[in-house]
């Protein structure tokens, strides 16, 4: 199975910016869905940002679009999520997930919890 590992959460002002790293092993297939969910106090899980590895095809929830940029890096199985124009609202815990499905927008929509998941990385955004 997939072994995540997310890093790179921390404290920072509104309008601040923060990378997330995700660091991906254990493939059994080149091809999968990743991309990273939040939950903050109170709320429902939600996808925020996900791409596919088959064709490259990127998923960022309305919330996010224009202030978050999904990127991987090849050689290093790695994951990122830079994060710019930071909102309060965007306090949440980020985790790293991914699955072998072939839909990037039905992996970053989908309501199950079914994949692999990281440990998550707490991300809090306040003056």
């Known amino acids: 199975q997939l072994q995540l590992v997310e890093s790179g959460g921390g404290l920072v002002q509104p309008g601040g910016s923060l990378r997330l790293s995700c660091a991906a092993s254990?493939?059994?297939?080149?091809?999968?869905?990743i991309g990273w969910f939040r939950q903050a106090p109170g709320k429902e899980r939600e996808g925020v940002s996900c791409?596919?590895?088959?064709?490259?095809?990127?998923y960022y929830a309305n919330s996010v679009k224009g202030r978050f940029t999904i990127s991987k890096d090849r050689a290093k199985n790695t994951v990122y999520l830079q994060m710019n124009s930071l909102k309060p609202e965007d306090t949440a815990v980020y985790y790293c997930?991914?699955?072998?499905?072939?839909?990037?927008?039905?992996?970053?929509?989908?309501?199950?919890?079914?994949?692999?998941w990281g440990q998550g990385t707490q991300v809090t955004v306040s003056s």
């Open positions: 254990g493939f059994t297939s080149d091809y999968y869905a």
């Open positions: 791409l596919s590895t088959a064709d490259g095809t990127i």
């Open positions: 997930a991914a699955d072998y499905l072939p839909s990037v927008v039905g992996f970053c929509r989908r309501r199950s919890g079914s994949g692999s």
